[in-house]
């Protein structure tokens, strides 16, 4: 069945190139009102233009879509309830947040500033909450949202010289794990996408080649079904792009219980340390107590 968006309306971040752009573009043409964010920085989020958002308004609107811009950075609480208030007093509601905005300042540890750090946080994790932060009262209210984060590979799995980015991209996981469960009661899905593609941020670290191959359109159709209401699920690590769609997760492995009345010693770890550390028989957690699939079954 077509996935179609009619009467909802999405915000995207950094909405003026790349993945944002793509996002924005794909949504609107099944029907998505969409309000098109972008501080139009450079990648190392220096700077500002609002060519970037309008650019993209411009290319909705002459393919027939509706779009607004907005020109606020992600970093700003203020700038992510403008955000929210652009989508309510140009279009009336907010179905969809997806949180893409991103810059990178990729340096070894040893030579990492406070500022290389500061600003990648700024803009991921805290770029995260003040605009959902804005859009979860709305959510509530409407007993309604869906909700995409971008992490990353290096979140994920670490990368080499992205302490700043790939920290702040792992915070992502604990942002989407906490409001999956605040959001549940409200029909709030929380999803996370871990995106590869070609874009300016990546032109620096890919071969020209790749860049052009790997299209952010590759992406495209993961983050629109997760953001669609066909899409029950929340709390999910989707990979996306470069031909490829899979599920990450963290896993919880069965280990070893000797309970509250033995109490063991750092021998006794040594010695049952392959079985305290097997993932053989490890399952996703829906949080900290329940398994994933208990909490499913539960609700069935
Ligand atoms: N391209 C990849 O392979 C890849 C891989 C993993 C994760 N990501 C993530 O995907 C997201 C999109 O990245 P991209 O590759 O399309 O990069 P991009 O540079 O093409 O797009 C990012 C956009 O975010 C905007 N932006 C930056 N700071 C902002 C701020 N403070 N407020 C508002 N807008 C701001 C930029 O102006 C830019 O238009 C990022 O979160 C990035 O970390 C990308």
Redesign the pocket.
């Known amino acids: 069945m077509t996935i179609r968006f009619d009467g909802q309306v999405a915000l995207v ?8 752009r793509a996002y924005a573009l794909d949504l609107a043409s099944r029907g998505a009102k969409v309000v098109v ?5 450079d ?1 190392h ?1 220096q700077g500002e233009n609002r060519a ?1 958002a309008q650019k993209v308004v411009d290319e909705i609107k002459a393919a027939g879509g509706e779009a607004a811009p907005n020109y ?4 700003s609480y203020d ?1 992510g309830f403008n955000m929210v208030k652009t989508a309510i007093d140009t279009f009336g509601r907010l179905d969809v947040v997806i949180c ?5 300042r990729d340096v070894a540890f040893h030579n990492m500033s406070e500022e290389d750090w500061d600003k990648v946080f700024a ?2 994790i805290k ?1 995260s909450f003040t605009v959902l932060r804005a859009a979860w009262p709305v959510f509530r209210q409407q007993s309604y949202g869906r909700v995409v984060l ?5 979140g994920i799995y670490g990368q080499f010289g992205q302490a700043n ?1 790939g920290s702040a ?1 792992t915070a992502m996981l604990g942002l989407m794990n906490v409001l999956k469960q605040e959001g549940a009661k409200y029909n709030v899905n929380v999803n996370t996408i ?9 032109q620096t670290v890919m071969p020209q080649e790749m860049v052009e191959k ?1 299209k ?1 359109e590759m992406v495209v159709p993961a983050v629109t079904y997760l953001v669609s209401k066909d899409c029950a699920d929340s709390g999910l690590i989707i990979e996306a ?1 470069a031909g490829n769609f899979n599920r990450a997760a963290i896993v919880k492995g069965p280990g070893l219980r000797p309970g509250l009345d033995d109490m063991k010693d750092a021998e006794w770890v040594q010695s049952n340390w392959k079985q305290i550390t097997s993932l053989e028989g490890a399952v996703p957690m829906w949080n900290a107590q329940t398994p994933l699939a208990t909490h499913l079954a539960s609700k069935a």
Do not use: E
């Open positions: 971040t950094g909405a003026g190139a790349g993945l944002g964010n972008d501080l139009g920085g990648p989020g970037a606020d950075s992600v970093s700038g893409n905005a991103g810059i990178l803009v991921h770029g971008t992490t990353s590979s290096s980015y991209k871990a995106p590869v593609a070609g874009t300016r941020l990546t790997l952010p792009g």
